[in-house]
């Protein structure tokens, strides 16, 4: 079948073949490929890379989950791929420092890494990285091993970075993000579950040459963070569009506050321990204007919200972002067991662009909230309801032909969605 595709359409740039059951044999043929959770090709295969049979302008591969491969196959890869610019390899738990040390052998054209979950890749690794390849974009996540050396390394080797995933490295210190801060042109950072980061690492982040250039930052669950950093973030990080403060424990209600004084259109707060009172003043405070005004038409940038897990949080909230979110586009609520059917008759009669809904949780929630959804579906397409005891089957499938997206259930919620015999939330792990 493979080969019938490839000899029709002599002009194909990209092919997927993602958990196929291809063999050797395909890799022949094939020029820009994923091979991502494929287990039946070997080692071999990427002989024909080699041997002037396969293709030498190969650009991007795609061999996560291939955990068959070993040095020898990415020796090979080294050989077969000289022009090669992205390699993703993710969900590798074999892959060693001796395998990327044989890719960096000729793929000096690398652009972009990915390298989620390979915990066993050490400094040697990203030092032999910094000295071979200039990259824009990497990608690094489940890693105990890196240090502040390896972070140094990579950020003095490639000023061009633009997006740097680091999620759940927790030797990353404030020492690194000193790092990261001399980055020219960084655009998205991911620092989540890096619990070593404090207020001084946010400090170089904030000051560092990167300051007016950051769209997106999340440091999410990175519990020694205060106040402080999110002030600094409100006040320095001026094209900011995207925040994620989840599970930030030490965050209390004036870092909220200093929200409202940034231009994001995306942000999430779930597991903070938000009171309804100041998710008002922050609202008021994105859209500029007085208290006492009451104007029909405003709007301010909010689209994509995540109050998950903020159980102190009411229908009041609820109302107030219909208010003055008037493009809001996607809300999570999940384990606002506070919420009733008045948040959500709030919500269908100001959100007129809502399209995606997670309701998942909120325990008071009636059939009632069905008939609200129905108000506004279209433009609403997506709408998640699990362990929503009160709302029946047979009026949640009624909503399912209106919607591209539906699901619903009526399980006894989590004890970590918040709803524990009206017990706080309890924070998930990882």
């Known amino acids: 079948m493979v080969q019938r595709i490839l000899e029709g359409c002599p002009c194909l740039l990209y092919l997927n073949l993602s958990c196929t059951l291809l063999t050797n044999k395909t890799l022949q043929h094939l020029q820009y490929l994923s091979l991502a959770y494929c287990d039946r090709f070997t080692d071999e295969g990427f002989l ?19 955990t068959q491969l070993t040095v020898n196959g990415f020796r090979y890869i080294s050989a077969g791929c000289p022009a090669l610019e992205e390699i993703v390899v993710n969900d590798m738990l074999t892959l060693s420092d001796s395998c ?14 990915s390298l989620l979950d390979a915990p066993h890749l050490s400094d040697i690794t990203f030092k032999a990285v910094a000295e071979a390849v200039k990259l824009k974009s990497l990608s690094i996540e489940g890693n105990y091993q890196l240090t502040d050396f390896s972070w140094n390394a990579l950020c003095r080797s490639s000023q061009g970075l633009r997006r740097l995933h680091a999620a759940e490295c927790p030797r990353m210190t404030d020492a690194s993000l000193k790092s990261v801060a001399s980055l020219q042109h960084l655009r998205y950072l991911n620092i989540s579950y890096c619990n070593r980061v404090t207020d001084v690492g946010v400090q170089y982040l904030t000051k560092g040459c990167s300051a007016n250039e950051l769209q997106e930052l999340n440091v999410s669950h990175c519990s020694h963070i205060t106040d402080i950093s999110v002030m600094r973030i409100a006040q320095r990080l001026c094209k900011l569009h995207h925040l994620n403060l989840s599970y930030c424990e030490r965050l209390t209600d004036s ?9 994001l259109c995306s942000l999430d707060l779930s597991g903070c321990n938000i009171q309804d009172e100041v998710l008002l003043a922050c609202l008021l405070l994105f859209s500029r204007i007085p208290e006492n005004l009451n104007f029909r038409n405003l709007k ?90 009160r709302i029946s089957r047979y009026a949640a499938s009624k909503l399912q032909p209106r919607v591209t997206y539906w699901e619903h259930s009526s399980d006894t919620p989590p004890y970590w969605f918040g709803y524990n015999m009206g017990h706080p939330v309890t924070k998930p792990t990882k």
Not at 49 to 58: A, I, N, Q, R, Y
Not at 347 to 369: A, F
Request: aromatic content about 8%; charged content about 15%; overall charge neutral.
């Open 48 to 66: 024909y890379l080699t041997t002037g049979k396969g293709c030498h302008s190969l650009i991007h591969l795609n061999l996560s989950g291939c």
């Open 100 to 113: 990327v040390l044989a890719l960096l052998t000729r793929c000096h054209c690398l652009l972009a890494i």
């Open 255 to 263: 870092a909220v506050e200093w929200l409202g004084w940034t231009s």
């Open 300 to 389: 301010n940038n909010l689209e994509h919200v995540d109050i998950s897990h903020c159980v102190a949080l009411s229908d009041a909230a609820v109302r107030a972002f219909s208010f003055y979110c008037r493009g809001l586009v996607a809300l999570r609520m999940v384990g606002c067991f506070k919420m009733t059917d008045m948040a959500v008759q709030y919500l269908t009669s100001g959100s007129q662009y809502l399209r995606e809904l997670d309701v998942s949780g909120c325990v008071l929630l009636t059939d009632l909230t069905l008939r609200y959804l129905e108000r506004i579906c279209p433009p609403l397409s997506s709408i998640t309801m699990a362990c929503c005891s």
